[in-house]
């Protein structure tokens, strides 16, 4: 009888947690309110804190109201842990009932959240370069322009410039692997060689071997598949063992840090950005040069000159994408409800074009990207800073 009793009891625990799983996890059940609630998850800490301060501070930019409807945001650090991002993601969807999630800013931690908000049917606009197929993961998007579309800019460089062989080093990571990825595939058709493959770990402190082993395969040009500050460390050491050869690296390394820790040393490096970075030096005739002039004098304003960045106008970007699906939506549905969210997916896919920051913004069924070639530039660094260089 207390064996019998025991298993019933035990049962009854088991099946009471799974449905609380489920009811924490069902914003279905939300009740409907007079306010929008946006959870932001970036990484201002941890090894990526480079990157995740300036998403940090481009939220204190954000409008507060949309619609004369108020939006509340509930920001929060994930220490550049996907874990912690996780952790974070599920509890503002089960406590806060958040309508509409922005960021994760850091890639890993955006794939560590992927299956929960489309499982949960919270649509998610990431700001950090990810791959997406809008089909199997149908309530993400990504304000980060491709990695396909980025290093376009850069094979059509090498081009240029009669390059034949490459040697790439990148982070041992989903990042490091989207770059080179889509290098291959662009690269390949048009006779450029990888002479040799090099990883590294964001938190490695030297890349000595990995240098050797590419100075050896004797190539012509050197690409970097990095981010943040991490990002200088193999163009550092390169300089250091004599190469002499043109080294490229990824939107991920424009940022003040980068220059700081590479100082002379990465001088000469190419990279591929959006305009928003260079706002200033875009010709007049550049079609998203009047917002990322507006948004990108704002924030310098307020944050100064040395905090010159890139990462900032995703964020920012990511509002707009947020903001165009939220006008609709709340003709349609009040927020806190699974109808609100529904019709803010749907518009997010079926808006008009968005003149962003880092370039125009067309989302469709199909591409949850939206991004052209008006999203890309390249820069060179030249005497401390970044220089526009002409396409």
């Known amino acids: ?19 609380g799983t489920m009811a924490s996890l ?13 959870g932001y998850i970036m990484s201002a800490t941890g090894a990526n804190a480079s990157l995740g301060v300036h998403y940090r501070n481009a939220q204190e930019l954000f409008p ?7 939006v509340r945001y509930v920001v929060r650090d994930d220490g550049s842990d996907s874990t912690q991002a ?8 089960s406590e806060e009932k958040i309508d509409v999630l922005l960021g994760p800013s850091l890639t890993t931690s955006a794939l560590s959240v992927l299956q929960l908000v489309n499982d949960s049917k919270v649509p998610e606009i990431a700001t950090c370069p990810m791959a997406l197929d809008a089909t199997k993961t149908p309530w993400t998007f990504s304000t ?43 690269s ?9 493959e090099q990883r590294y770990a964001r938190a490695d ?35 250091d063992r004599g190469f002499t050869g043109q080294l490229y690296n990824t939107h991920g390394a424009v940022n003040p840090d980068f220059l700081r820790i590479g100082a002379a040393k990465v001088d000469g490096e190419i990279a591929p950005t959006g305009p928003v970075f260079v706002f200033d030096q875009l010709p007049a005739s550049n079609p998203t040069k009047a917002v990322g002039t507006d948004f990108m004098t704002k924030y310098l304003a307020k944050f100064g000159e040395q905090n010159r960045n890139g990462f900032a106008g995703y964020a920012y970007d990511g509002y707009l994408i947020f903001e165009a699906a939220a006008k609709v939506a709340l003709t349609k549905a009040k927020p806190g409800t699974q109808e609100f969210r529904n019709a803010f997916r749907d518009a997010a896919e079926s808006n ?25 530039v390249l820069v060179q660094v030249a005497n401390g800073g970044w220089t526009l260089v002409n396409q």
């Open 1 to 19: 009888m207390r064996k019998s009793l025991s298993n019933v009891v035990a049962a009854g625990v088991l099946a009471a947690s799974a449905i």
């Open 188 to 196: 390949e058709p048009v006779g450029i060689t990888i002479t040799s």
């Open 144 to 186: 980060v322009q491709t990695a396909s579309l980025m290093m376009s800019g850069v094979v059509d460089s090498m081009v240029a410039k009669g390059i034949k062989k490459v040697g790439f080093i990148g982070f041992s990571d989903s990042f490091g692997d989207q770059i080179l990825q889509a290098f291959q595939k662009l």
């Open 86 to 93: 996780l952790n974070l993601a599920r509890q503002m969807i």
């Open 352 to 376: 008009p074009t968005i003149v962003g920051t880092h370039g125009n913004i067309k989302m469709t069924p199909t591409d949850h990207y939206g991004r052209d070639k008006t999203g890309l």
């Open 64 to 70: 507060t109201s949309v619609s004369g409807v108020k």
């Open 205 to 239: 402190t030297s890349v000595q071997a990995q240098v050797l082993r590419l100075i050896a395969s004797k190539p012509d040009a050197i690409l970097v598949g990095g981010a943040g500050s991490q990002a200088a460390l193999p163009g550092i050491t390169l300089k």
């Open 26 to 38: 069902d914003t279905a059940s939300a009740q409907a309110r007079d306010e929008i609630v946006v």
